[in-house]
């Protein structure tokens, strides 16, 4: 079973940047769809950007377009979320998942690997 661990929150300053990470262990993560996903207080989960296997196709929401990138190491145990211009309303917690193709990638059900969650806070 592919057991996924996110890291690279913290806190940061408005237009500021950081890079998370979500390293996968016990499976590789080739062939999978892998979302990022967030959920701020009093707010419901949301996916932020995804990455299908096939074809190298991403989607990203819309308040986060231009921004954030997802990716991918070749390797296929890690992948990536590269968030610049940060704004407040990104303070969330982050979260990376993993969904078997096919599955789809928009709802949050199609996933059925998670990890744990790491905290970002932009400051003004």
């Known amino acids: 079973q592919v057991q996924l661990v996110e890291s690279g929150g913290g806190l940061v300053q408005t237009g500021g940047s950081l890079r998370l990470s979500c390293a996968a262990s016990g499976g590789t993560l080739n062939g999978y769809t892998l979302g990022w996903f967030r959920q701020g207080p009093g707010s419901e989960r949301e996916l932020v950007a995804a990455a299908l296997w096939s074809g190298g196709y991403k989607s990203y929401t819309d308040s986060v377009k231009g921004r954030f990138t997802i990716s991918r190491d070749n390797a296929g145990n890690t992948v990536l979320l590269q968030m610049n211009s940060l704004k407040p309303e990104d303070t969330a917690v982050y979260y990376c998942?993993?969904?078997?193709?096919?599955?789809?990638?928009?709802?949050?059900?199609?996933?059925?690997?998670w990890g744990q969650g790491t905290q970002v806070t932009v400051s003004l």
């Open positions: 998942a993993a969904a078997f193709p096919g599955a789809g990638y928009a709802k949050s059900t199609a996933y059925v690997y």
